[in-house]
């Protein structure tokens, strides 16, 4: 049987991507490469998110060539789509294709289009790719020029595609999109993310939606008070804050403040007391003094955030930040991206233990964590769980006693 290896680097949506992908393969009768054979197709999904991500992404190129001297290689992505010379000079690529290309090698046919909006249902908690694609060219980012305008999913075709997951047996899905605070605005006629949730709410197709990623000034009051009402939609949102200081914000093309996010994360604090609420920080945007870090550094601290990501910037050719003066020195990024993330893992570790002595509902995943043999498992305000129990707790809504924290490792028994 021919076989395929598909490596991916990047965002949620990249993995999603290639695992639709995969999918799709082995409905034609393609089996995954094993590990030390060698396989007929080698797709390489590309991310260009930094200047390290686009690096990263011709290496990994490199290997799967040399890994596979024999292989069709397909490079499709975002690096793919921004940067085609650059993987052209390369050899050994036979094909390069954009989020709207055709995927054709000499054995399989098929329409990267169609994957736009599919599911990935190989996992416990399968993403639903709802929305893709952004209009609003944030000075630091590459992807609204990588992935093109917003398009979304029609309301119906998402219910229907949370149906079928329910129907194959999942208690979870996680919307995701590029910016999925856009959702709706695109069709016809328009609609948006706090209509289709409202929707959902209705029909209650599924125990459990989660969201991915949403911007601040897209958090509706609407949504707030939904999840806040409802048993079903997980008390967990994640916020792309990226600076805490006005004046980088403004640089950034950022169309919020401070203070807008200082209130938007009380008044969901308010309303879910027990909810987990997660941010993006970009940290040694060009022009980010000491005291603009500062405000960022204090304003995490004293609000209620669970987690952070904490991404150092980096230049991106193509966009408008990449020409920007007073860049702050790599040396200080460095430093800065610490301090933040040792600031991350306290306010982690500090969310963690409110919850030790509680009982909650745990969504065991079909594998086990591999250093302690332990089920893993996720609650709604997504608290990872290490769970001792047997293998028919597997892929169920479980009760679970938090027992301790150690090591920011959250460790659990069935109740
Ligand atoms: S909202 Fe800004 S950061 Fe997010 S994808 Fe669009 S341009 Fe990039």
Redesign the pocket.
Known sequence: MPKFFITTLGCKVNQYESEVIAEELKSEGWVPAGPGETADICIIHTCTVTQKASMQSRQVIRQAIRANPDAEIIVSGCYARTEPDEIRKMEGIHQIIGHNDKLQTSNFKSHVSRFTFHVSDSRTRPFLKIQDG?N???TY?I??YARGRSRSMPPADVLENIRRLKQAGRHEVVLTG??LGCYGLDLSPSTSLTELLTRICEENPMDRVRLSSV?PHELTDTIITLTAQSDHLCHHFHI?LQSGDDGILRRMHRPYTQAFFRDLVTKIHQQLPDVAIGADILVGFPGESERAFENTYSLVRDLPISYLHVFPFSPHKGTPASTYPDKVPSKRIKERSQQMRALGNAKKSEFYRRFVGKTMAVLVEGKRERKTGLLKGTTSNYIPVLVSGQDELKNRLVNISVEEVRDNLVFGVPS
């Open positions: 952004c609003a060219f944030c980012c992807v609204p590029i910016h911007e792309p």
